[in-house]
């Protein structure tokens, strides 16, 4: 019986996170590497009929023409990373998914995103439905090329500036009106990559705080075609830490006085959030996450600041001052350092396989059951790790009663 093939078409492919996760899919396929950091390999989930490693097709999108190989090899002498006899074992399967990368269509694009790479500059597209529908052309493309059964787009692209929806978003005939206009950018790029996804009926998950699908008129066309989606912006590092501790403070009835967080790292994600209006978005969804599970507003400090020389690799200092009983004042401080897209990439595995498992299901629309693995998933405030992680366990346990 012949294997079923998950297309998972990475939206800025040669990133960071898009090679680590394309290396690692190789790697545990070949049995080079075991699954440790896949939350889907854990006991509880094992028994699930999830995609394995070489199930996966990958393609995608890029402004960046390199390949895996070379991506891969880059992040290694960066970071000290990725072990070199994988990416040697790797080589063919790595140059088969290169192979299957596209240039991007570069409307939307913000400034400092746009200076990272040129390839496909002279395929501009002049209005968003143009670059909708080059994007959907190569979806269907590699639907078709490789014998898809079910492609995942997965957006692990540099993080967009706050994008202010308005009238011509709130319903798909309104946005449907405003897609052949010219000027400024009617939609950014990730919105277009869930238009595409969605006009397909293919599932979206935006593992960045960039607007991707989470406007009216794109749920309106996912709910049109029956497809399916989640985000935004994967949680793995400070954020996840967070979302641990703050419960704790709130369990214990320890009033938090102020939070105050500060990150470095370097890669290209650091280049692009040294740009101020790009670090709005990902500072908005690392700030919210403690009001929301607080209740209250402490005062909060969130820096995100590049340093050139460490690479993927990154730090997280917060200090945490709190009141306990009879006004004693008190001071947790933690420090986290972790390599970004190694934190990341099996984050991207884990959703695609979920969503797999969700699609055989027969489901559609929103995966709210997969919010522990997002700073601001969508739909869902509830931001609590441990409350969110109940209720994948509570979906999985009914996956397995209702195959039962």
Same mark, same amino acid.
């Given at each position: ?67 895996f ?5 880059e ?24 192979? /299957? ?32 529908? /080059? ?10 090329? %490789? ?67 989470s ?15 989640? =985000? ?47 670090k ?11 009001? %929301? ?17 460490? =690479?993927?690799?990154k ?7 709190f ?20 934190l ?8 695609? /396989? ?18 522990c ?5 969508? =739909?869902?405030? %509830? ?7 109940? /209720? ?13």
């Amino acid at each position: 019986m012949a294997r079923r093939r998950v297309g998972l078409w990475l939206v800025g492919a040669f990133g960071g996170v898009g090679t680590t996760i394309t290396v690692g899919l190789a790697a545990m396929a070949k049995g080079l590497s075991d699954q440790t950091g896949l939350t889907t390999d854990l006991p509880a989930f094992r028994d699930l009929p999830l995609p394995a490693p070489g199930d996966f097709v990958v393609g995608g999108h890029e402004i960046r023409e390199t390949s895996f190989a070379a991506s891969a090899e880059e992040f290694r002498e960066a970071s000290g990373v990725l072990d070199a006899e994988w990416l040697r074992a790797c080589r063919d399967e790595l140059a088969a998914a290169t192979a /299957r990368v596209r240039p991007a269509p570069r409307y939307g694009l913000s400034p400092t995103v746009a200076k990272l790479g040129d390839w496909g500059a002279d395929q501009t597209t002049a209005t968003a439905r143009a670059a909708v529908d /080059r994007i959907a052309a190569d979806l269907d493309a590699f639907v078709k090329a %490789e014998k898809v059964d079910h492609l995942i787009v997965l957006n692990v692209s540099s993080t967009e500036p706050p994008f202010e929806i308005d009238a011509r978003h709130e319903s798909l005939a309104a946005l449907e009106k405003a897609l052949d206009q010219t000027g400024d950018a009617v939609l950014p790029s990730s919105a277009l990559y869930a238009m595409a996804a969605f006009r397909g009926g293919h599932t979206y998950l935006n593992f960045t705080p960039s607007l991707g699908g989470s406007f009216p008129a794109a749920h309106e066309l996912a709910a049109k075609t029956g497809a399916l989606y989640a =985000g935004k912006d994967g949680k793995t590092g400070e954020t996840l830490m967070k979302t641990v501790l703050a419960p704790m403070f709130a369990a214990r009835n320890f009033q938090v006085m102020s939070w105050v967080g500060h990150n470095i790292f370097g890669n290209r994600d650091g280049i692009v959030l040294d740009d101020p209006a790009n670090k709005a978005s990902k500072v908005k969804t690392k700030d919210k996450v403690i009001t %929301e599970i607080l209740g209250y507003k402490p005062a909060s400090v969130v820096t995100i600041e590049y340093v050139p020389g460490m =690479g993927d690799w990154k730090t997280a200092w917060d200090h945490i001052h709190f009141k306990g009983f009879l006004g004693t004042k008190m001071a947790l401080q933690f420090t986290w350092q972790g390599c970004d897209s190694l934190l990341a990439a099996p984050l991207g595995v884990d959703l695609a /396989r979920l969503a797999d498992l969700e699609k055989r299901r027969g489901g559609k629309g929103l995966m709210l059951h997969l919010s522990c693995f997002f700073k601001g998933p969508e =739909g869902d405030p %509830e931001n609590n790790f441990a409350k969110q992680f109940a /209720r994948l366990e509570a979906y999985v346990a009914k996956v397995k009663t209702e195959a039962r």
